[in-house]
């Protein structure tokens, strides 16, 4: 397959980081106001094209899935991948290939790698980490003990501690959001179990991460990712909201074309390499790709079964099928299927209740497992 060209220019840095925690809001909004948000269309092609038979694929049934999206009416993209080669995709209300989306948690699974990232330039040290060590202008007189217990490995498995943001439907997300300093409020929240116990999702948990990037960095997340995940990949953050410090929102709100999602599935099922080029260590690959949870089996979510948390992405079964997924609110999906050397990528609308995220998600599932696993005739 052909993939766009980038700058592959990795210095191993491996110098002791300079926290410097004082100086990092004020270079923050510094390095902040000299970045694009990317609002354009994007008009290269980073992947090529072959046809369904030639990757052993029947275009008929395929086209089937295609005739079910559209008239889903709430699907925005549809792209289906084997074998490192575009065989069907097709956009719909009023998106196209070019178009960036909101990801929502998809971004979840991009800063993962991200983080990965960060420990092999050496810019993180251990995943035993103290987050506390991080955020030291945010203790608070009789802070709950057990909060300097929190490590980078709670925030990447859920694990702080904290509430589930789908609590009170929802309500303990907006209550999170709409606070003027997210990471004061999540630091802030009660501990509802001791970190590590128990997984709870909750974005500003990853949140945290981002803050803990660009403090590690001296650059913010979005500089750095761009640097050293997006260039290599030949793509680009669009838009990409910010907490009221500046902060770029982690693990959410990132803006990629269903294309530049399919990359980052495409960097994981090739171990964390393009091109002969380790982008992602392969040792973090195979441990973010590794269950974090112990939901009991047979779990079931639609035509998703035996699924469970790993670290910001999830795992499962879709006909039996082993899969491995960048998972967001609405059907927002990167969903890799690594025995049959397949991308599933969508989009959809995602400003829906609860109940109806539930039902555009079991629907894109469905599509995939009456439609395109079928469609696979080797």
């Known amino acids: 397959m052909r993939i766009k060209k980038a700058d592959l220019d990795f210095k191993m840095i491996r110098e002791k980081k300079l926290r410097g925690l004082i100086l990092t809001g004020f270079l923050l909004f510094g390095i902040c106001a000299c970045e694009k948000n990317l609002t354009e269309e994007k008009q290269q092609d980073i992947w090529e094209y072959s046809t369904p038979a030639e990757q052993q694929m029947n275009s008929a049934i395929l086209d089937s899935a295609f005739i079910q999206a559209e008239s889903a009416s709430f699907i925005d993209g549809l792209l289906v991948i084997r074998n490192g080669y575009i065989v069907a995709e097709n956009y719909y209300n009023g998106y196209s290939k070019s178009k960036p989306h909101n990801v929502m948690s998809v971004s979840k699974s991009f800063l993962s790698a991200t983080v990965g990232i960060a420990f092999q330039l050496g810019y993180l040290d251990s995943l035993e980490e103290k987050v506390m060590d991080y955020f030291p202008e945010y203790v608070y007189l009789n802070m709950d003990s057990r ?198 990528v969508s989009t959809a609308t995602n400003n829906v209740d609860p109940d109806m995220s539930t039902v555009q998600e079991w629907t894109i599932f469905d599509i995939i497992s009456q439609y395109i696993l079928p469609s696979i005739t080797s």
């Open 147 to 344: 909060k300097y217990d929190i490590t980078i490995r709670h925030l990447l498995t859920m694990r702080m501690g904290i509430i589930d943001e789908s609590e009170n439907n929802y309500g303990a997300y907006w209550q999170f959001y709409n606070s003027n300093n997210w990471i004061k409020t999540t630091i802030e929240a009660p501990l509802i179990f001791n970190p590590g116990e128990k997984m709870r999702y909750n974005t500003f948990q990853t949140h945290l991460l981002s803050a803990i990037i660009t403090k590690a960095t001296q650059q913010s997340t979005r500089k750095f990712m761009t640097k050293y995940l997006c260039e290599p990949l030949g793509i680009d953050i669009g838009e990409w909201e910010r907490d009221p410090q500046g902060y770029y929102f982690g693990g959410n709100s990132m803006h990629f074309t269903p294309q530049e999602m399919a990359m980052l599935g495409f960097l994981y099922l090739n171990k964390g390499k393009i091109d002969n080029v380790q982008i992602v260590s392969e040792d973090w690959v195979d441990l973010t790709l590794t269950a974090s949870t112990n939901i009991a089996v047979p779990s079931v979510w639609g035509a998703l079964k035996n699924y469970n948390y790993a670290w910001l992405w999830w795992l499962g079964q879709i006909n039996d099928h082993d899969l491995f997924m960048a998972y967001g609110y609405g059907g927002q999906f990167v969903i890799v299927f690594p025995d049959l050397e397949l991308i599933v």
